[in-house]
């Protein structure tokens, strides 16, 4: 059967159409309002999985790294791709006939929302709230069968594997149907909780004019209620700003102005709010656990959309650190948020990040007492503190502008490779390649000059060198303790010289830009344009806000140097803000020294080492195949041996320390994904690059022969230096 109405879903059907739909029949059955709806059984899921050997794919792109070990970034890279593998295979040709018949037949041209309902998700103790995708006011047999496929690719998305992760599911034993429900369009929209975890004797309302899609993706504040469980009576009422309201478009949805009225009314009466309480206490009662349940009201008739248990989750990531699944979420905005956030990190954080890094640069450290300068030192360390919470909490979340233009360009583009989106967000003004381009023109003045021997017998640079030099260093921090002189610089300028201009990689993105653009109605080309400049804006400042917080860092570990230049101990290089100023206000303060994992290390590599040449998989994030020997970054003051022709292997690499990219022939580096730097500064050079390498900075050592294969996502280890 290719479509099951919601009035013949029974207990036996459970397991074929997945806990949102067999809710949602359960409480039709019960009397609950609920829009008319049909569920594409998993079956249907499975035999196109089969039909088309979709499973030995997706379990490629997920074998490359242990499932457990894969960061947050690596399994957006992978939820990616297999999503671009749903988005470009066709269904059979017998599912493709029968299907486009039924729901031709249930709806014809009538909008719907087509909904995820996984096998797994919503039982008592999960949910799969939010992981999976959703679609409203999707028309037509054809878009609706489209539709159905985003759906089952969204069982293998970035949050949805990282959830599966969290509760020990193997995702290959996973499948999905999908609900295809006739669109309420309702005037007023929320969610209901008959349970408000902060107060277990209180249940919880938000609503907000129009559409839930606006509550639910954040761009829309609700207004809130919080009610007595029992007796329905308000508690407490939280208003709104009421700006704008999420409703149907031409197609899908968009956000609107809302008029003077609305503006200045809550969306719900008194008598409303409890009568959605009652509603959700029923069905809670009905499913026996507390439920979240989303509903609208068109006219004076409540309509339940979908309803679910009320469940909790954490989880840790490969570092150790915990962090919510909410605020893995948190990182997928709509346009509209991402727009808004992008408006506050250009006109607020920006500048005032400038102004501070430059505040602290006019700073006279020398003229300040040991006392002084340990408060110095401690207001800088707070600052600093002060700029990787904004970093975290407004920067990591606009990253998400990159990822969303790839996802809208993959699906309307179907291009075969699932990167190919990034050729046009790449090739602009990143500070570390402006940082590279002085360098490169320093370089080109001592090949124009044939300053080479004169500078390698140590002798005085000319002055429009000297002026060089000067710009640089006033303009870039230095990633190294200490900082690098220009000594340094000028040795690494003369090795850039020696080899020859290395040349970015160039791209036509005319073609592709058009391509994109086709593949929208006319009415929505400037929408697209929009969220093309917000994807380019978003991956630029992927690159370049670490060197505004890095300029802040540097600051800050200026101020240490200094108080390591006063005393007369053996300090080490990696001296921290806090050590020093107790240093400074102490003398006698022992530092107690950081347990070394050297010994872990060795083993690791010595099991490497046992067959003449092995192969470490990786993520494969910048086409090429290059052979060379490796040069490891262990410390960033390690960059200043880096050698022209060697391969850059870095645990993770910063903006701050692309400069030596130029001089490389590839790049590994452990951390994954293909919007980190690495993976940045290597397409913008055309160069070899594999990422999320387990211990790569630990199983290569300088010295190396090494071969990248940035195909496929492996580096051999040919030739291993003893």
Known sequence: MMLIPLAEIDEGLRGEVGGKAWSLATMAQQGLTVPDAVVVPAALYRHYVKDADLAERISLELSRKRFEEMRWEEMWDAALRIRNIFASTPLPADMQD?????????????????????????????????????????????????????????????????????????????????????????????????????????????????????????????????????????????????????????????????????????????????????????????????????????????????????????????????????????????????????????????????????RLAETNLAALEDEQLADEIQRRARLFAAWRDVYWEDFIPFAHGARLFGQVYNDTVRPQDPYEFIDLLSSQPILSMQRNHMLEKMAQLVRKLNLTAQLEAGQEPPEELRQMLSEYAGRFSDPSPGGGDNRQILELVLRMAQQGQRERSARNTDDLREQFLRSFKSGDRSQAEALLELGKVSYRLRDDDNIYLGDVEAEVRRAVDMARQRSERDLPQDLSPEDAARILREPDYTIEAAVSDAQHSEAARTDLLRGQERQLVGQPAGAGLARGRARVIADPGDLYDFEAGEILVVDSLDPTMTFVVPLAEAIVERRGGMLIHGAIIAREYGLPCVTGVPAAAELIRSGDEITVDGFLGIVTISKHRR
Do not use: C
């Open 98 to 358: 029968g299907l486009l018949r039924s729901i031709e037949q249930r709806f014809g041209g009538d909008a719907t929302v087509v909904r995820s309902s996984a096998l797994a998700e919503d039982a008592a103790d999960t949910s799969f709230a939010g992981l999976h995708e959703s679609y409203v006011n999707v028309r037509g047999p054809d878009q609706i069968a489209e539709h159905i496929r985003l759906v089952w690719a969204s069982l293998w998305s970035d949050a949805a594997l990282l959830y599966r992760r969290e509760l020990g599911l193997n995702p290959a034993n996973s499948a999905m149907a999908v609900v295809v429900q006739r669109i309420v369009v309702g005037e007023r929209s929320g969610v209901a909780f008959s349970i408000w975890p902060e107060e277990p004797s209180q249940g919880m309302i938000e609503a907000v004019w129009g559409l839930n899609q606006g509550l639910v993706d954040g761009t829309v504040e609700p207004d809130r209620w919080v009610v007595d469980r029992d007796s329905g009576e308000i508690v407490a009422y939280t208003a709104a700003e009421r700006e704008e309201a999420v409703v149907p478009g031409a197609s899908g949805v968009e956000l609107r102005s809302m008029d003077s009225r609305r503006r200045n009314s809550a969306p719900l009466t008194d008598d409303e709010v409890s009568k959605i309480h009652a509603m959700s206490r029923r069905a809670e009662d009905l499913f026996g656990a507390p439920q979240d349940t989303e509903w609208t009201f068109s006219g004076e008739v409540l309509h339940i959309l979908q309803s679910r248990p009320i469940t909790t989750g954490r989880s840790e990531d490969d570092d150790g650190s915990a962090y919510s699944r909410s605020w893995y979420l948190s990182l997928r905005r709509s346009f509209d948020s991402l727009q808004r956030l992008r408006d506050r990190i250009e006109a607020e954080h920006i500048p005032a990040m400038i102004a501070d890094a430059k």
